[in-house]
Nanobody, 127 residues
């Protein structure tokens, strides 16, 4: 059974940093694209960042570009999201997701392109 587990969320002040971790288990997904999404209260799930399966390319939403960094962890099927200069508008539940095929050469920004999702981790940024 595939499990996606996020960790690292919390309550921080504006300007602080957090690092989210995502671990995928149950199958090997190291050859598939990974992504982070977030969903604020009353909002839709939105794309944050994605990592190409090879680790050679990253993609970001304009709202987080220059502040967030997605990267592969040393452990197999682990992905990080380093979040710097956090803003109150970054407050949301953050979800990690993995694709389960290589139909796309590059990661998609659409949630439906990802087959497995974690339960999410809450990030709250106070002003």
């Amino acid at each position: 059974q595939v499990q996606v587990a996020e960790s690292g969320g919390g309550l921080v002040q504006a300007g602080d940093s957090l690092r989210l971790s995502c671990a995928v288990s149950g199958r090997t997904f190291s050859s598939y694209h990974k992504a982070w999404f977030r969903q604020a209260p009353g909002g839709e799930r939105e794309f944050v960042a994605a990592l190409k399966w090879s680790g050679t390319a990253t993609y970001y939403a304009d709202s987080v570009k220059g502040r967030f960094t997605i990267s592969k962890g040393n452990a197999k099927d682990t992905v990080y999201l380093q979040m710097n200069s956090l803003k109150p508008e970054d407050t949301a539940v953050y979800y990690c997701a993995t694709a389960d095929n290589r139909n796309r050469n590059n990661p998609s920004r659409a949630p439906e392109a990802y087959a497995y999702w974690g339960q999410g981790t809450q990030v709250t940024v106070s002003s």
